[in-house]
């Protein structure tokens, strides 16, 4: 479970089925494929031939889900070989989507994020999006101060991987970055820094 | 009157300060001697001259150099002002209202002249004389907001309504305190208030987002928040942490009256005609500690207040390190004599 009571933080409230829609776009990430996997009874011939899966696997998590979800028999399915990828795929895809579609997305906290980015770029409405979250509770946290991202943060506080700064995570996320803000934490006193503690495995 | 505007700076040598006439008009925001966030908002109308109230939307001696430190901060980081598309209308409505109330406020400084959708706007401080076709962003050197907010005094969102919640959906941020309009673009009112300690639980943000979201036209609320900062600077952005953080370690017992600065802000909210949308000032005043025990109530006040201030504000605000030498400073101005109530100066 993600801690909860962070005001500008989403609410992932899980990969519901929508039998009615004319299209079912499914965005999984790693361990996110379970999202789907965990209800494949539900899948019915009509939900399968309006579907399109893709997928994209996650380091060491989530290997050998690219198979389990191919035997699915959606009508397309696509294994993507990193999340840039992924996202370029689903660029195009839900340009040429039609109204009635609908987007499932499941995996990290990150990842939702940037699939959510590219949907409502595009133009998506919330309402048509799903989610849901699955594997490890890290962050995709952006620096304040040279506005780099680094992903899969699981200390606080960590360096920044692009300026250095010891950044603290807080507990404020922004949608449309996808992200949550880290603050350099020993600037009033350089140097300072407590040790880092896993806080978010 | 005329103001006589100063050539000051807000950062490096940081040689701003307050005429004795402008310290008289300032807003102090504490109407009794202790303070904890209420939705403490009433009627923006215009109040007695020699006070910030004197017109709706105030300019005052430090309005040049100001800008010059807006130019500044857009100079090194172009993201503190940014609108997403569907706001352009709003900014109409929004540099409109400004001229307007800039023109009316101080006609020897500002004059609008309006010849249907043809539009000549005069800002004699800061020597532009601008002809342009209202509605046409390409007859501006800037897009609206940007382009009204380089010569307004404080920092300028513009929040549009919708599903019953607002949203922070345009910006010209550059005299915060300690937040980003780069990472809270896009967000409603709930999450962009999302880091504020205590509020939520008591239910402030839930009152203030039900008043705001039935605010009518041509009645703007105003409101005040404060905290502290260390030097007249007004960029204490997030970005910029680094640079004015180590500050808050420089308060001595001998430099607390020049260095330690209560940083107020008067925030305005006006409906907007148009895109329906609501304008929304958070215009930001510096005095140090020197200037405010010039006026006697406020030497008596506002060391009760720091006093009593819950923890938790103390933490947020960022007073911690400087908080006790301000008030074992400030004391010595306090005879503990009983205080007025009310903000004004006795």
């Not at chain 1, 696997?57 to 035997?71: C, K, T, V």
Request: proline letters at 6%; one cysteine or more; charged letters at 25%.
């Amino acid at each position: 479970m993600l801690v909860e009571g962070i005001k500008s933080r989403p609410v992932y409230k899980g990969l519901v089925l929508q039998p009615y829609a004319r299209r079912h776009l499914f965005v999984l990430e790693g361990e996110g494929a379970n999202a789907l996997l965990d209800q494949a009874d539900q899948l019915d011939e009509t939900i399968l031939s309006r579907s399109e899966v893709l997928y994209v696997a996650r380091g060491s998590q989530g290997q050998g889900h690219d198979e389990a979800l191919r035997r699915l028999g959606a009508d397309m399915f696509f294994t993507a070989p990193t999340i840039a990828t992924l996202l370029f795929r689903l660029k195009v895809s839900l340009s040429n989507a039609h109204m009635g579609t609908r987007l499932y997305i499941a995996g990290t906290e990150g990842f939702i994020g940037q699939a959510m980015t590219v949907a409502l770029d595009l133009g998506m409405a919330d309402a048509a999006i799903l989610t849901e979250h699955r594997g490890s509770l890290a962050r995709r946290v952006q620096c304040v101060h040279c506005k780099g991202m680094t992903e899969d943060v699981t200390q606080s506080p960590f360096a920044c991987s692009h300026c250095g700064l010891p950044l603290l995570v807080r507990d404020h996320y922004s949608r449309r970055l996808g992200a949550f803000q880290g603050v350099n934490i020993d600037a009033e006193e350089p140097g300072s820094a407590p040790e880092p503690e896993e806080l978010f495995l | 009157m005329s103001l006589a505007f100063k050539q000051e700076t807000f950062r490096d040598d940081f040689t701003y300060r307050n005429s004795p006439e402008n310290i008289r008009r300032f807003p102090f925001p504490f109407d009794r001697d202790e303070y904890m966030y209420s939705v403490n908002m009433e009627p923006h109308v215009k109040g007695r001259a020699g006070t910030v109230y004197e017109n709706l939307i105030d300019v005052d001696e430090h309005y040049v150099s100001e800008m010059r430190d807006r130019a500044l901060v857009l100079k090194e980081d172009p993201l503190r002002y940014q609108a997403l598309p569907h706001m352009m209308s709003a900014q109409w409505d929004t540099l409109e209202l400004l001229m307007e109330q800039q023109a009316a406020g101080y006609p020897e400084h500002f004059t609008l002249i309006r010849n249907g959708d043809q539009w000549r706007w005069i800002n004699r401080p800061l020597g532009i004389d601008d002809t342009f076709t209202f509605g046409d962003a390409a007859t501006l050197p800037y897009e609206p907001l940007e382009y009204i907010s380089r010569q307004t005094q404080g920092d300028i969102c513009i929040v549009d309504q919708r599903d019953g919640n607002l949203w922070m959906d345009a910006g010209m941020v550059t005299t915060q305190a300690d937040w980003s309009l780069d990472f809270d673009i896009g967000m409603n009112f709930m999450e962009w208030h999302g880091p504020v300690p205590l509020a939520h639980q008591i239910g402030v943000f839930e009152r203030a987002l039900k008043f705001l979201l039935n605010l009518q036209l041509g009645k703007p609320v105003r409101r005040f928040n404060w905290t502290m900062t260390i030097n007249p600077r007004l960029d204490t952005s997030p970005e910029n942490y680094p640079k004015w953080g180590p500050d808050r370690t420089t308060v001595t017992p001998e430099n607390v009256g020049e260095k330690v600065h209560l940083r107020v802000e008067l925030q305005t909210l006006w409906r907007l005609p148009r895109s329906n949308a609501i304008l929304f000032v958070i215009r930001c005043y510096l005095m140090n500690m020197e200037e405010l025990v010039s006026v006697p109530k406020w030497a008596r006040r506002f060391p009760r207040v720091l006093k009593t201030l819950p923890p938790e504000l103390v933490d947020y605000k960022g007073l911690t390190r400087y908080r006790q030498t301000t008030i074992d400073w400030l004391s010595t101005h306090d005879d503990g004599a009983p205080t007025s109530p009310g903000f004004w100066p006795d």
